[in-house]
């Protein structure tokens, strides 16, 4: 079964920083493209980044181009999210979610549990 | 960017019922467009993809449809496991992910 397990979670104060993993099993990891998703309280569902399976490429939303930054290790089944200046608007809970295919234009078929993101001072 | 309109934002319905939510597209997205339900400390679930295929092991009573930039889920006969939060996505632009506005889905 396809798994994926967010950790890293916490309180941060405004402008530090926070390093998100996601373990990933039941699938060949380096197929897929993938992506960190959240959710503010009170909120929909937002799209942050992304980062392909083929050639490791990524893309940002606007919200957080400049900050925070997407990786994945191949050989560790794991995916990354270093986020630096925080700011209070990035309070949420950050998904883990995989694509159904390595390159973008992709919907989500599995995701993580979610972990929260506080950032207060 | 395009943006992606759903409606309502929140829906009261009964055991039984028959529920239709609504996603519209700022421009044309053919149809890459998927449907995920959402519970409260889960991650969403994937419902349906390209508009109208019904992923594995989703019941039958959730169907999707397009006419345009329109989308719809509908969902026969709601069920009390369907109390939750639905979100559509597009797909079609590469460079971007982005989400309708979520539809709750209450008790009556």
């Known amino acids: 079964d396809v798994q994926l397990v967010e950790s890293g979670g916490g309180l941060v104060q405004p402008g530090g920083s926070l390093r998100l993993s996601c373990a990933a099993s039941?699938?060949?990891?380096?197929?897929?493209?993938l992506s960190w998703v959240r959710q503010a309280p009170g909120k929909g569902l937002e799209w942050v980044l992304g980062?392909?399976?083929?050639?490791?490429?990524?893309n940002y939303a606007d919200s957080v181009k400049g900050r925070f930054t997407i990786s994945r290790d191949n050989s560790k089944n794991t995916l990354y999210l270093q986020m630096n200046s925080l700011r209070v608007e990035d309070t949420a809970v950050y998904y883990c979610?995989?694509?159904?295919?390595?390159?973008?234009?992709?919907?989500?078929?599995?995701w993580g549990q979610g972990t929260l993101v506080t950032v207060s001072s | 960017d395009i943006q992606m309109t759903q409606s309502p934002s929140t829906l009261s319905a009964s055991v039984g019922d028959r529920v239709t939510i609504t996603c519209r597209a700022s421009?044309?997205?053919?149809?890459?467009l998927a449907w995920y339900q959402h519970k409260p400390g889960k991650g969403p679930k994937l419902l349906i993809y390209?508009?109208?295929s019904l992923e594995r092991g989703v019941p039958s009573r959730f169907s999707g449809s397009e006419s345009g930039t329109e989308f719809t889920l509908t969902i026969n006969s709601l069920q009390p496991d369907d109390f939750a939060t639905y979100y559509c996505?597009?797909?079609?632009?590469?460079?971007?992910?982005?989400f309708g506005g979520g539809t709750r889905v209450d008790i009556k």
């Open positions: 979610a995989k694509g159904h295919q390595s390159t973008y234009g992709y919907y989500f078929d599995y």
């Open positions: 421009q044309s997205i053919g149809p890459w």
């Open positions: 039941g699938f060949t990891f380096s197929n897929y493209a």
């Open positions: 980062i392909s399976g083929s050639d490791g490429s990524t």
């Open positions: 996505q597009q797909y079609y632009h590469i460079w971007g992910l982005t």
């Open positions: 390209r508009a109208s």
